[in-house]
């Protein structure tokens, strides 16, 4: 295990007086290694930089983001690794407060007043259990899932304290892989010998993406029944809920989870979303204007929020507030690159509801034309635009936004909710032939690929399937087809380091939007078989990049 003295750490405190209580202390127990934030912005520049093993974080960080709010936009972006230790210290004991911070998974959580000898006792425990995961999670950052869980299974031995750990990311390893039926019979097995609240979530979690809702809702329900206070279950239940057709049943949940945890920002956007889709803009716009609130302290503030919050205002006829919201907008994210977008889309639906159909076509026009170059636009926000453009005769446009939507974000969910709403507006027959179209350019597409590759062409296949992605980078067939072609190339021309990281990020994304994917298990199989086939370990896969990571920061400081 890596003594303390050999950890690097960061501590986010923006109280000067308490840095240099926590330097002392750090100090008297080993750890000399150690740099500071003092907010939360200063934090996520730092963590983008340079990799550490352990993060001191204050949960009260003063005006800005709290170390909840940090920690949340730290989990959902990917910024820090699985190795890298996260322990929040606080003198805050208001329980929704804590339940929310809790249910991101620090590694620790340390009320004031701090002893040193306590502080050094806690790292070491979560040292020792970090140690034992290790190999898992690099065998998992080079892709070979097979591996990690064949040493999850082995672990056990070595570490027999942490055997129901082990067996649970056996379990989440198995659902990465798309093989829910190995995953469920872990649950169970751990479920067969001990009732353990986190395993029953699991559970249902696999029942929900193989589509068995009715087992899902029913674990769920009796779940919080028994423990209304794990959080992580309501968000699960809602979803089972919304994906059934039950939006007003998924808002209910969700409006019950934020009152024993109401600081989560993505839940507050889930309820805010919920409640426009019901036709209640009241709860919307509270829900909204507090994600708009807390936003504007965040890294990762989305313009989309304001235009969501535009909705509930126009919705309550608060006209004055919803032109407030687009002068905020315009002020505090014009530089973003969907800001223009979100103001022009937001402009649009504010003279609409003022009777100017002149200028919101003006605006809509622009929206549609701003649209392609949106790359995060999500999917809720495109089809807004969608209805909006055929809502205002604009067919040319509303038309060009569904072959977007269908070209970059193809999932399941997102194709059958897009039919819908081109049936509500009387467009069936439109709807069809557009999918039909995007269906034969996806075939045409591979096929380019295809054929360069049977030719022995890898590196013409590896091009045109990276340029398909690119065109499509939403459609699962188009991504798992490039991440083959990436992999046929190394089976062919030998190891690629370049390309085995790009395939990694294909398979990811196909995941994501494809879990349940019989290719999915194949593709992991196939990367599984060439890291085996050149010997590749995950300490030549560090090295290089930790090299690689060196050579960028020193150019960048040049």
């Known amino acids: 295990m890596a003594s303390l003295d050999q950890l690097s750490v960061l501590v986010i405190e923006s109280q000067p007086t308490m840095r240099a209580q926590l330097r002392t202390m750090l100090s008297s127990i080993g750890l000399a290694e150690v740099q500071f934030a003092v907010s939360a912005g200063m934090a996520v520049r730092r963590l983008r930089e340079h990799r550490y093993d352990l993060i001191l ?32 210290i606080t003198g805050e004991r208001n329980y929704e407060r804590v339940v929310s911070t809790a249910e991101l998974s620090p590694n620790d959580y340390i ?17 020792d259990k970090r140690d034992a995961f290790l190999p898992a999670w690099r065998l998992m950052a080079i892709g070979d899932t097979p591996d990690a869980i064949a040493y999850c299974k082995e672990a056990v031995d070595s570490y027999p304290q942490h055997i129901v750990d082990f067996m649970r990311l056996q379990a989440e390893l198995h659902v990465s892989s798309g093989q829910m039926a190995e995953a469920e019979a872990i649950y169970r097995e751990i479920l067969s010998g001990k009732y353990i609240p986190w395993a029953r979530l699991g559970l249902a979690r696999t029942l929900f993406l193989s589509k068995q809702y009715e087992e899902a809702d029913r674990i769920l329900t009796e779940l919080i029944a028994e423990n209304d206070r794990f959080i992580a279950a309501y968000d699960l239940l809602a979803r089972v809920r919304e994906d059934t057709g039950r939006p007003e049943a998924a808002l209910d949940v969700l409006r019950t989870a934020s009152e024993h945890s109401p600081y989560r920002v993505t839940r507050l956007r889930h309820v805010g979303a919920l409640a426009l889709a019901v ?4 709860a919307a716009e509270e829900a909204l204007a507090e994600v708009v609130r807390k936003g504007k302290y965040s890294d990762f503030r989305d313009p989309e929020d304001h235009v969501r919050l ?43 509801h003022t009777g100017d159909a002149a200028r919101a076509r ?15 636009m999500s999917v809720g926000l495109k089809q807004e635009l969608i209805k909006a453009c055929f809502d205002h005769q604009l067919g040319d446009a509303g038309g060009e936004m569904v ?5 970059t974000s193809a999932d399941e969910r997102t194709v059958e909710t897009t039919r819908t709403l081109m049936k509500s507006r009387g467009l069936e027959k439109l709807s069809k032939e557009i999918e039909q179209r995007i269906q034969t350019e996806v075939k045409e597409l591979i096929s380019v690929g295809a054929e360069k590759a049977h030719a022995g062409d890898f590196d013409g296949a ?29 089976e062919h021309r030998g190891w690629n380091e370049a390309f085995a990281r790009q395939a990694r990020a294909l398979i990811e994304r196909a995941r994501k939007l494809a879990p349940t994917s019989n290719r ?31 050579f960028r920061r020193a150019n960048a400081r040049k």
């Open 57 to 88: 974080c204050e949960y009260n960080l003063g005006d800005g983001q709290d170390g909840q709010h940090l920690l949340e936009d730290l989990r959902t972006h990917e910024i820090i690794p699985l190795d890298t230790l996260f322990v929040m």
């Open 111 to 127: 009320l004031k007043p701090l002893a040193a000898e306590a502080l050094r006792a806690r790292l070491m425990r979560a040292l």
């Open 279 to 282: 036709n209640d803009p009241a």
């Open 310 to 352: 535009v909705q509930a205002q126009l919705a309550l006829n608060r006209v004055d507030a919803a032109s407030a919201t687009i002068t905020d907008l315009d002020r505090s994210m014009g530089g973003q690159p969907k800001a223009d977008l979100c103001k022009a889309l937001s402009t649009a639906m504010l003279h609409s």
């Open 362 to 376: 003006e605006a809509l026009l622009g929206a549609a034309k701003a649209a392609p170059g949106a790359a995060n």
């Open 403 to 407: 072959m977007n939507i269908l070209r």
């Open 462 to 490: 590896v091009a045109e399937m990276m340029n398909a992605a690119r065109k499509m980078p939403g459609n699962p067939h188009v991504l798992f087809n490039a991440a083959l072609a990436l992999l046929r190339h190394i």
């Open 520 to 550: 999915l298990s194949a593709i992991t199989e196939f990367m599984h078989g060439l890291i085996k086939r050149y010997g590749i370990r995950p300490e030549r896969v560090m090295d290089s990049a930790d090299k690689a990571a060196l």
